[in-house]
């Protein structure tokens, strides 16, 4: 097996991976260049013994234990096969089994990317425990339960008081499974410090996690290696819970309306994860026990409606969810596949609409942490905005509907082959330039090029600040009257596009997109107005549509303050990301109650501030174009170059 | 509805009792008179403000508020209705509403009876209250469980941090159901300070406990009124798990042959506790959502099987339990129908067979925090013993069969109509007497009635010390070889008895009760020894045969040592005793495990020292006669009556 005949075959455990290391080359190098942290306190000058490692098999292959194994290491240790890992060399071919224990263990930054890079320490709720201890006999007969518990405070100086009833059911069984004589073997799986949530006969290191994103559209599951925090699949698929509703409240109203809707619904939520389940282990291959512990993220609607608790008064004025707090919930309690003693965690509520996805957000965005004042808004059917920095923070949830992901859109597609994904119109001949995502023609418009379309009809006077086509256009080859009587700009003509007619911008799209954004710019501007400010320093996105709008567009209609583009900031799926946080740190988790402590909610839903700034915000990019002196400087820079149009 | 008409119709709450009170009477006095004890430092004489009681309706019938009142009392309180009860007595007949709040309750002695008087403080695990705050609102927009948990913190000073994920699913739901003026009235049941368990809208004082004693062969359940600690109905029935078996063996046998047999056992126990639940709640009219608690005891063997825990291992040698610790599960995890949020709460378990119910028998005998050393048995198909005192006790479980119960006797029958209960024999003639349960003519020998015979032939000289019949008595009328070639004595004749034949006693017979005395007899010898001690200061009988047994004939055979008669001390149902002060007083569950925690559990099957005991015992009283002084007196007292056989 070996590529070159003088190498050693190191593996390294609990993570079980090998490596060929070649003469002279010490175990914690070797480590080291496999991605595996060992702690090494003086540099691996021998002078520490942080770096010990368990020599299980092979120590024929390595170099003969020093002076400093002698002295950094006990008596009893040597006798166990114990080396300092710096020290210990390669010197001859064959197999080496290391152990390194979890004492020696350095919690190594992980890093999460998808854009956005997180750096921060493993450290899971989940533990494993690998545990020997004498079988029972007439002399000793501590009872089973006991018997492991002890073993593990003897082993590893953990108290762990619970076990799960399931565990405690088999656990006779398992315990007596792995017998070398007189002395069983087993691994314990605790949960937080605190519980024993599964007894494996032997060694059985394998633990996985899943960060679980409910989105009202689409779920995504992520199955997390706990011991490296690698992703090892990942599924997706629509929620199926959309056929009882596309939207939030027509679902609420189901489980109002039919007797058992409630459950209906959980079934149809943890069926459709079931199968993203079924999915990732199949491509990992693994097996679903292994699965210790599932994060979820999502808003408040999705996180009662998974968890059967009555929606109808979180979706109703005053908003009210019911609970705050972080929902710890046995696995088997919701039948979700994990194993049976596993836990489902989902992230705290701040409050109303501003539920465990924003907190996951926030997680990620750090900015309550940051001085800087930072406007963040995670862009779906519901807006959620957070305003402040580390001193004050407020966040809210805007109602801005699906127009600005292409819905209710004469021609709005989803980001797909074929749908217009980008839009700019000469302000000279006033006709369209686009892009379209894949090959084909376009046969729609999605999301992101609905606000490219508007911020450039807008910049190039084809429509005024209230977002009306000027009468001076009306002549224009591309503006038309339809067989309704509206106003429409043709973006892509009959012949051109991938679908049966032009594909055009109408005005009443044009009102639709404007509502949409004037929901979430009035929701920023509100929590703004409660801090006492009128600017910010930064703009951060969170969302997939984070990652697809055009930042310069978005600004232009006004969806968010007027700031240097430049320090506008895309964390892709930010949601995702936090529940995968969650699972791998568990000071993530503590950081999350925190969050919820720190920021204030306001509910804006029917308050007057909110509907007065609503009406501003319908605006082009607002009623007051002052706040937008950026927006306003570059619109004036292009009509310049050919006023064809007199400013809006 | 008032019996006179000057006096007024006073209800006392959270219990609902009510009493006339004539005009006059204090309502502190009046609330005496009803059992209901409130706090009076000061003897009732207005000076400590202890009794403080809220009058709810009918301040009207009271006298004014006095100088006391005001002083001890504050604006806030007088304003809500506060008065010193001993203050306030009544004046004019009518309707008076009375709440004593908890701070004003006194914990009274709660008297356990049956036979045995046991005094404790009324503590249970289990509380409920009365909360009211405001409904949510915009400007107050906290979710529904920190609102529910806010206000017992606020009105009790309790933090409570945990709430059943099923009363989460329904409280926006029930807590909104009770509104008044826009402050809404909930009850929570709060368990062991941690849990919210129960949350009902307005107030709900009902609060039910279930204590069940889970025999081999027959199972009770206690309805418990929380609030007063009186049993409010009982129910028993036999084990339903017998038709896997009538002892334990056989339905751990059964569980191995069959796949899911620990299902089906479980299922069989659980239907049967079903129905005593079923039938306890509708004698007492209450609801079993108000049964919050359940608290078992039985045998090792009833627990797991109960539990679906794997029963192999405790079964055979080394007979490990699996798990020494109190097991508390949710109810709806085993399918008992009490509140689906309340426990099912297991006393601990000191070591193999030695399981919750002689915890609970230890717990009401109390006899390890005596001086006197004591022996306890609990008399059953496996004899549960301790030895020992405050500072030193040996628990064990010896093999003792069903003999002693009656059965495998040829003409045993259970303690029921017809049944011979007591047997005794003229040492002069040789003929015997006997009483019967009942009416009827005997149709069988009960358990007890079984040792009564057994002395009584060895006293009288029909049997010697090895329990045979001896050469000398072969021809006495009733002496007489069967079919079989067995001897055996006729107790009642043909004609006499409710059977067709007579009721006999055989030599078979009398070896299977030698079998099961000198297992129990051994049993405690061995621990006796290992305390090395020779004779012991009292002994407690526990079960209900220690009730039905006649202590004299227990002590003539050898089932105890020989002490002075009137130290022999019968408990009664002491484990169903136990589970019910378990029930009450959340002190008594430390203090069982405390009982765990100081007994030394002696693991005597298959071991050397209780083979040569177990032969020793198989002698009348025992092999070595001078360990019985006593008996060896009694015996040589009657003899010396009538000289009519020589000792044997």
Redesign the interface.
């Known amino acids: 097996m070996n590529e070159e005949t003088e190498t050693a075959a190191v593996t390294y455990y609990p993570w079980e991976k090998e490596s060929q290391v070649a003469p002279g080359e010490s175990l914690l190098d070797a480590a080291e260049d496999l991605g595996i942290g060992v702690e090494a306190l003086c540099g691996g000058e021998g002078l520490c013994g942080t770096c010990k490692v368990v020599v299980e098999d092979g120590a024929d292959c390595l170099s003969a234990v020093t002076d400093a194994d002698e002295t950094l290491l006990s008596a009893d240790q040597l006798a166990d096969g114990y080396r300092l890992s710096c020290r210990a060399t390669v010197e001859a071919p064959g197999r080496v089994d290391v152990t390194v224990p979890s004492v020696s263990q350095k919690s190594g930054g992980i890093v999460l990317t998808e854009g956005n890079e997180m750096e921060f320490e493993l450290d899971p709720v989940v533990r494993k425990y690998h545990l020997e201890f004498p079988a029972?006999?007439?002399e000793d007969?501590?009872?089973?339960?006991?018997r492991v518990m002890g073993a593990l405070a003897d082993g590893y100086g953990l108290s762990v008081a619970d076990?799960d009833?399931g565990v405690?059911?088999?656990?006779?069984?398992r315990m007596?499974e792995e017998e070398t004589d007189g002395t069983l073997s087993v691994t314990a799986t605790v949960y937080d410090d605190g519980e024993i949530i599964d007894v494996e006969p032997g060694w059985a290191g394998e633990m996985y996690g899943l960060a679980v994103d409910v989105g009202t559209t689409t779920v995504a599951v992520y199955l997390v290696d706990l011991r490296t925090g690698e992703t090892a699949a990942v599924s997706s698929q629509l929620n199926p819970q959309s056929r009882f509703g596309g939207d939030i409240m027509t679902r609420v109203r189901y489980t109002r309306r039919n007797e058992g809707g409630?459950e209906e619904l959980r079934e149809s939520i943890v069926d459709g994860i079931n199968d993203c389940i079924d999915e990732v282990t199949t491509e990992a291959g693994i097996a679903a026990e292994h699965i210790y512990e599932s994060v979820f993220v999502g808003n408040t609607a999705m996180h009662h409606l998974f968890?059967?608790?009555?929606?109808?008064?979180?979706a109703g004025?005053?908003?009210?969810?019911?609970?705050?707090?972080p929902?710890a919930?046995k696995a088997r309690?919701l039948g979700v596949d994990i194993n049976a003693g596993g836990y489902l965690y989902w992230l705290p509520?701040s409050?109303?609409w501003v539920g465990p996805d924003k907190v996951s957000v926030l997680l990620v965005s750090e900015h309550y942490r940051e001085e800087a004042m930072t406007v963040c808004i995670d862009i779906g059917t519901n807006g959620e905005i957070s305003v402040g920095n580390s001193e004050k923070m407020w966040v809210t949830s805007a109602p801005a509907g699906p127009a600005l992901e292409g819905a209710e859109i004469t021609h709005g597609v989803r980001a797909q082959d074929g749908a217009i994904e980008r839009v700019d119109i000469d302000p000279e001949t006033l006709l369209p330039t686009y892009e379209v995502i894949g090959d084909g023609a376009p046969n729609g418009i999605c999301g992101s090029a609905v606000i490219d379309a508007l911020a450039a009809m807008f910049t190039v006077g084809l429509v005024d600040r209230r977002g009306q086509f000027r009468d001076a256009v009306m002549d224009h080859e591309r503006v038309r009257t339809n067989d309704q009587g509206v106003v429409e700009y043709v973006l892509v003509p009959d012949g051109e596009s991938g679908i049966d007619g032009d594909v055009v911008i109408t005005q009443n799209d044009i009102r639709e997109i404007q509502m949409a954004k004037a929901a979430i710019q009035a929701g920023t501007l509100v929590l703004m107005e409660e801090l006492g400010i009128d600017t910010v320093d930064r703009v951060v996105l969170a969302g997939g549509f984070g990652n697809y709008i055009d930042p310069e567009s978005a600004m232009t209609v006004g969806l968010y303050p007027d700031v240097p583009i430049e320090t506008v900031e895309s964390l892709g799926n930010a949601a995702g990301i936090g529940a995968q946080l969650a699972l791998l740190n568990r000071g993530a988790r503590e950081e999350a109650k925190n969050v919820v402590d720190a920021v204030e909610?306001f509910?804006i839903?029917?308050?007057d501030v909110f509907r007065d700034n609503f009406m501003e915000s319908m605006y082009l990019p607002h009623q007051d174009y002052d706040r937008y002196p950026r927006v306003q400087e570059r619109v004036e820079q292009i009509r310049d170059v050919e006023d064809v149009v007199q400013r809006g």
């Open positions: 029972p006999s007439l007969h501590t009872a089973d339960a006991e076990m009833h405690r059911r088999e656990l006779p069984n007596r409630r968890l059967r608790i009555e929606p109808s008064y979180v004025s005053p908003y009210v969810p019911a609970n705050h707090a929902t919930v309690e509520i409050g109303g909610y509910e839903a029917g308050t």
